[in-house]
């Protein structure tokens, strides 16, 4: 939870570079405010934080979101079992949309979800939201869980890390509806990895939400998103990997140019394994922030700098 006071934890990447040494990297300094970390298909934490990819990149602090109460307190302990060093990390407490059963027991997930909220390693009430995806749950269990959670963001001044697909009508209903019963307030939102139409952008923009751009700018069906980037404030950008997801073409090419391991195969697998899309690595930021930084004329420095102050100040990295 983002709290006035609170100094941001650091996280040691074990075996990574010091502080000063990564300053010195000429890659801009960048923080991906979505890598799953505890996801199967990702490589063990620590190994994905001191690999050559990652410090090349010079990615300086992550998010790496629960998609359940007890993601959350994995997560928790893991950060706490780290020493302190030079690279900032969060989680996020909340029940991701896929993650939302049948009946669930509205109470204890309030009461467990205020807890969490007393840790340090916590900024945000997320991954929560609606997704109407094939597979995903019914509307009608998703909307109740929905509901609660924004209500404890709102009630408790958290900020909120939002997870909304082909549900844009029902997203803006239950936001408003909160929003009303809280006098006109909405704690600070960020709309994690937009895939909407111009349109939803500028119901967001209007609510004043931050936006999270992925490697979803980087596929054909992501180009609307795409030309509309530089409609977004810079002071309401951030921009995020959502790792092992969202990959793109030639999304692997730094973290294999890099590995130790994949320069031993053979041509023909390392070609394999650069054209495969998944999993997505952090080390794709970079081409995240290119994509962006081109489609808003803007300097890769100049992007990298206003991105990164805004999850700072967002994420309490």
Same mark, same amino acid.
């Not at 941001?8 to 890659?27: E, F, M």
């Not at 991954?127 to 929905?146: A, W």
């Given at each position: 939870?983002?709290?006035? =006071?609170?100094?941001?934890?650091?996280?040691?990447?074990?075996?990574?570079?010091?502080?000063?040494?990564?300053?010195?990297?000429?890659?801009?300094?960048?923080?991906?405010?979505?890598?799953?970390?505890?996801?199967?298909?990702?490589?063990?934490?620590?190994?994905?934080?001191?690999?050559?990819?990652?410090?090349?990149?010079?990615?300086?602090?992550?998010?790496?979101?629960?998609?359940?109460?007890?993601?959350?307190?994995?997560?928790?302990?893991?950060?706490? =079992?780290?020493?302190?060093?030079?690279?900032?990390?969060?989680?996020?407490?909340?029940?991701?949309?896929?993650?939302?059963?049948?009946?669930?027991?509205?109470?204890?997930?309030?009461?467990?979800?205020?807890?969490?909220?007393?840790?340090?390693?916590?900024?945000?009430? =997320?991954?929560?939201?609606?997704?109407?995806?094939?597979?995903?749950?019914?509307?009608?269990?998703?909307?109740?869980?929905?509901?609660?959670?924004?209500?404890?963001?709102?009630?408790?001044?958290?900020?909120?890390?939002?997870?909304?697909?082909?549900?844009?009508?029902?997203?803006?209903?239950?936001?408003?509806?909160?929003?009303?019963?809280?006098?006109?307030?909405?704690?600070?939102?960020?709309?994690?990895?937009?895939?909407?139409?111009?349109?939803?952008?500028?119901?967001?923009?209007?609510? =004043?939400?931050?936006?999270?751009?992925?490697?979803?700018?980087?596929?054909?069906?992501?180009?609307?998103?795409?030309?509309?980037?530089?409609?977004?404030?810079?002071?309401?950008?951030?921009?995020?990997?959502?790792?092992?997801?969202?990959?793109?073409?030639?999304?692997?090419?730094?973290?294999a140019a890099s590995d130790p391991a994949i320069s031993l195969?053979?041509?023909?697998?390392?070609?394999?394994?650069?054209?495969?899309?998944?999993?997505?690595?952090?080390?794709?930021?970079?081409?995240?922030?290119?994509?962006?930084?081109?489609?808003?004329?803007?300097?890769?420095?100049?992007?990298?700098?206003?991105?990164?102050?805004?999850?700072?100040?967002?994420?309490?990295?």
């Amino acid at each position: 939870m983002v709290k006035d =006071g609170r100094a941001p934890r650091t996280t040691s990447r074990s075996g990574g570079l010091s502080t000063a040494a990564a300053s010195s990297l000429s890659a801009p300094a960048i923080i991906d405010i979505d890598c799953n970390f505890l996801h199967p298909d990702m490589p063990p934490f620590p190994d994905l934080l001191s690999h050559p990819s990652t410090i090349s990149s010079n990615i300086v602090g992550f998010v790496s979101p629960s998609s359940n109460l007890s993601e959350c307190a994995k997560l928790c302990a893991l950060l706490d =079992g780290m020493a302190a060093d030079d690279v900032n990390i969060k989680t996020t407490c909340g029940i991701h949309p896929y993650e939302v059963k049948p009946d669930e027991d509205l109470e204890a997930i309030e009461s467990t979800l205020q807890s969490s909220l007393s840790s340090p390693h916590v900024s945000c009430v =997320g991954e929560v939201g609606l997704d109407y995806s094939d597979g995903f749950p019914p509307s009608t269990d998703q909307l109740p869980v929905f509901a609660l959670q924004l209500e404890v963001a709102a009630r408790t001044k958290t900020n909120l890390f939002l997870h909304t697909r082909a549900a844009h009508e029902d997203t803006l209903r239950v936001l408003k509806n909160v929003k009303e019963k809280h006098g006109g307030y909405l704690p600070p939102v960020v709309v994690h990895c937009f895939t909407g139409t111009p349109s939803d952008l500028e119901d967001f923009l209007s609510l =004043g939400f931050y936006i999270g751009v992925t490697g979803f700018v980087l596929k054909p069906a992501g180009s609307d998103v795409l030309s509309c980037l530089s409609r977004i404030p810079k002071d309401k950008l951030m921009i995020e990997t959502d790792s092992p997801y969202m990959g793109f073409s030639n999304c692997r090419s730094t973290y294999a140019a890099s590995d130790p391991a994949i320069s031993l195969k053979t041509s023909k697998e390392r070609k394999k394994f650069v054209k495969s899309m998944y999993p997505n690595y952090p080390s794709s930021l970079t081409l995240v922030l290119d994509a962006v930084a081109k489609a808003r004329g803007e300097g890769i420095e100049d992007v990298a700098k206003y991105t990164t102050e805004n999850a700072k100040f967002f994420f309490g990295l």
